[in-house]
């Protein structure tokens, strides 16, 4: 989260200056939501001029619709399910290249809620003769629960050109770091030892995973602009059927470990987001937005069980799907020079 908000509060100082910088210090206004059309206006919504549009900041809380899982496909290696869920800050600048096409650059950072997980963690099972001798180790899944860390921010350059005053292509580009943590397992039986039908079992109260997913997310898209002088509405579909993403997961405990890695294939990223806006003030934007956010992928895994297995290659799949819901804010700098 760190890196995260390090790159937000760049592109802050850096949207905030550039907007200084081409519009002036004087006066009062909103930036970031598209300037409502007038003559002159951008198929994309916002208005050639100036070069850089105001910024827009974004405040907005998300849910999981369903749970984000990971899972070792076709092995006894376990699998999670978690929420994700928090609030999102984001920022966007416009630079409008001409009289219907330009560039938005956009950075997200989540502020996360720790919420229990569910999911499967390996049992080991170690089976000793009467002298004290293991003579079989068998491996099946035992379910518990995790509190969990979410770390989620992503940055993104997406290129817009008008095909009329209502529609746009798009295409662009996103770097995305998703990652979390999970300590502090509850019900998780990892280790069962078997003496001639007397059992004990023991559990690890420090044991804990850690899952990466950095994704480097090419997208094409559409969108759909209609407004007036007071107020707009914007729809924008994005989407791409591959996702090219490291993936990393590192389970610890009871003496054992399982370190996972790979990279995504079979992949897929949609998302949808919706923005109206109201002007209020004759300078100022404020607006409601919807967001719904897809990821999937099965990945190749080289994975290490230690010390039991060894080395092997198996298959994981990863899906994520939230909603988010929140508000937007814009002031314009004005100056009449």
């Known amino acids: 989260m760190k890196k995260g908000l390090f790159l937000f509060i760049a592109l802050l100082i850096l949207t905030g200056a550039a907007s200084v910088h081409a519009q002036g210090l004087l006066g009062y206004g909103l930036p970031g939501a598209p300037q409502f059309p007038a003559s002159g206006a951008g198929a994309y ?77 390996p049992l080991t099972t170690v089976v000793f003769d009467t002298s004290g001798i293991p003579i079989s180790t068998t491996t099946s899944l035992g379910s518990g629960t995790w509190d969990t860390r979410n770390d989620w921010w992503y940055v993104d350059a997406m290129g817009y050109c008008g095909c009329s005053k209502t529609f746009a292509v798009l295409a662009g580009f996103r770097y995305e770091h998703f990652s979390t943590r999970f300590r502090d397992p509850k019900a998780f039986e990892q280790i069962t030892i078997d003496f001639n039908g007397g059992t004990a079992t023991t559990s690890d109260p420090d044991a804990g995973a850690d899952f990466t997913v950095n994704s480097y997310q090419p997208y094409v898209g559409v969108q759909y602009f209609l407004g007036g002088p007071t107020g707009s509405i914007n729809i924008r579909l994005l989407g791409f059927p591959y996702v090219p993403a490291d993936v990393n997961w590192l389970l610890t405990g009871g003496g054992a470990s399982i370190t996972s890695k790979g990279n995504l294939k079979d992949s897929y990223f949609f998302e949808l987001f919706a923005q109206a806006e109201r002007n209020i003030f004759g300078n100022a934007n404020i607006g409601g937005f919807f967001r719904w956010n897809l990821l999937h992928g099965r990945t190749s895994l080289h994975t290490e069980v230690l010390p039991a297995i060894g080395s092997i290659d198996n298959v994981g799949s990863f899906d994520r799907n939230t909603l988010t819901f929140g508000g937007s804010f814009s002031l314009n700098f004005v100056t009449p020079y």
């Open 45 to 121: 919504g916002y208005s050639t001029t100036p070069f850089l549009a105001p910024p827009t900041f974004y405040i907005g809380w998300m849910e999981s619709y369903k749970n984000t899982t990971f899972r070792f496909d076709g092995s006894n290696l376990g699998s999670a399910r978690w929420p994700a869920a928090g609030l999102w800050l984001g920022l966007e600048e416009k630079i409008n290249v001409s009289e219907s096409c330009g560039v938005a650059v956009d950075g997200w950072i989540l502020v996360p809620t720790n919420r229990r997980s569910g999911g499967a963690e």
